[in-house]
């Protein structure tokens, strides 16, 4: 279990001077915006504005504090307003917020389309976490990795044989590989728990059996 702490994250100004971006975790580690297979970041959201199209990502945006926004993508309108929800849509497509009532913080997933999956889940109280092999040669049976992000209070994490560990808010836990043990995470608030995974392989092709040739037909 790897702790990401929030403080001293370096904050990426955005290009249309409407936000920062603090980068939580992203794989492969180290990788870069045209390299990643998925990428977890936390955004300070401080004016309207639209968002940068990323064709070939999938994003699940998730208000982890303010009042919430209105989202616009593709010319449908949502209102996000209840915090810790989840919202996934594609990158690519025409998107565009509003501020509510003032800057909200943004706890967003990135996923490349192909390379990565994920879901994210809001958890109050006690949850255990843990990671599931792959079958040689088959689909997986869970997470391949799994980031704990502490969004409201205090979180805590316990591992067998190990002290417990305490996130603040907006730090973070990654437990990755299939040798990963297994926490406990309880909280006096909410954090995400968010299972990130390599998408299923597509089924082997399977050809279908030649019709028998009829005794009574000269064409099968």
């Known amino acids: 279990m790897r702790i990401l702490r929030a403080a001293g994250r370096p904050a990426m100004p955005w290009s249309n001077g409407g936000g920062v971006t603090r980068e939580v975790a992203v794989h492969p580690p180290g990788a870069g915006w045209d390299t990643f297979a998925w990428r977890v970041s936390l955004a300070d959201v401080t004016r309207d504005g639209p ?60 996923l490349r389309e192909g390379r990565a999956d ?16 792959r079958p040689v040669g088959g689909a997986a049976e869970g997470p391949e990795a799994v980031l704990v992000v502490a969004v409201e209070g205090d979180t805590w994490l316990r591992t067998a044989g190990e002290p417990e560990v305490r996130l603040a808010r907006f730090d973070a836990a990654l437990l990755a590989g299939p040798d990963a043990a297994p926490a406990e995470v309880r909280t006096d608030g909410v954090a995400a728990v968010i299972r ?15 019709p028998a040739r009829s005794p009574f037909m000269d064409t099968p």
């Open 118 to 133: 994920a879901t994210v889940e809001r958890v109050r109280g006690r949850r255990v976490v843990e990671m599931v092999r």
């Open 51 to 110: 968002y940068s199209p990323l064709p070939g990502v999938r994003r699940i945006l998730t208000v982890a504090d303010g009042a919430g926004l209105e989202l616009t993508v593709d010319g449908i309108t949502r209102l996000l307003t209840d915090r810790c929800r989840p919202f996934a849509f594609p990158g690519g497509a025409e998107t565009g917020s509003r501020l509510l009532d003032g800057p909200v913080v943004n706890l967003n997933v990135m």
């Open 196 to 210: 990130l995974s390599a998408p299923a392989p597509d089924p082997a092709p399977v050809d279908s059996p030649r």
